[in-house]
């Protein structure tokens, strides 16, 4: 059964504390892995897609990786405007999405 | 650069009445949609694939004669929710995947909020 895990569920950090934000997946036929940023009533705001293992992509304060079973979402020195909900979301050969159920990151000024 | 827009992004309806929710893909065609619901402090919910000139398909517990999808261009599918009730208030969000020959990327619109009293 295709799948994805996000952990933690919540997470908080102090302004500046670096951490990592993982998506486990299990899908048939990855197409895609999708980082989407999501704050309170709003539609989720894309980040990053990766399509294969060992891919890197990084913007502003994050950055994003890829293995065959996983995907890390790295904030380095976050700052209190990064809290929001990180979505991750897998794309399988049948083009279905598949979303975890999303991190709330709150960063302390 | 390409960018999904909802509409409206918020409607109020009378119990009964029906409300029609606009997806539309700018600047690229959109051969599927996706339509989500959300309810607070909670995951997306997909309820149904839209695919240009064909039947949506539909998540298992979405009622299909309630949710009416059409599909009837490249840019632009629609969410009809018909005899609304309370319980069908939430925050509605579509997206749609953005096709190029590096791959595939989905956007999403900014969600219409519905509420019905």
């Known amino acids: 059964e295709d799948q994805v895990t996000q952990s933690p569920e919540a997470l908080r950090l102090q302004e500046g504390e670096s951490s990592s934000l993982n998506c486990s997946y299990t899908v048939s036929g990855l197409r895609g892995l999708f980082w989407y940023r999501q704050d309170p009533g709003k539609g989720p705001e894309f980040l990053f897609t990766?399509?294969?293992a060992g891919e890197e992509k990084e913007k502003e304060r994050l950055k994003a990786t890829l293995t065959k079973k996983e995907s890390f979402l790295h904030i380095t020195a976050p700052k209190p405007e990064d809290s929001a909900t990180y979505l991750c979301a897998v794309q399988a050969w049948d083009d279905k999405i598949i979303f975890g159920k999303g991190t709330r990151l709150h960063i302390l000024p | 650069g390409a960018v999904v827009s909802q509409h409206p992004s918020w409607v109020i309806c009378k119990s009964g009445t029906s409300v029609k929710i606009e997806c539309r893909s700018l600047?690229?065609?959109?051969?599927?949609m996706f339509w989500y619901r959300q309810f607070p402090k909670q995951s997306l919910m997909l309820m149904a694939t839209s695919n240009e000139g064909s039947k949506a398909t539909y998540e298992q517990g979405v009622e299909k004669d309630k949710f009416l999808i059409n599909h009837a261009s490249l840019t632009l599918s629609t969410l009809t929710v018909t005899s609304a009730h309370p319980e069908d208030s939430s925050f509605y969000i579509c997206?749609?995947?953005?096709?190029?020959?590096?791959?595939?990327?989905?956007?999403f619109g900014e969600g219409s909020w519905l509420t019905v009293v």
């Open positions: 990766l399509y294969s």
């Open positions: 600047d690229f065609q959109a051969t599927t």
């Open positions: 997206s749609a995947i953005f096709r190029s020959l590096s791959g595939n990327t989905i956007y």
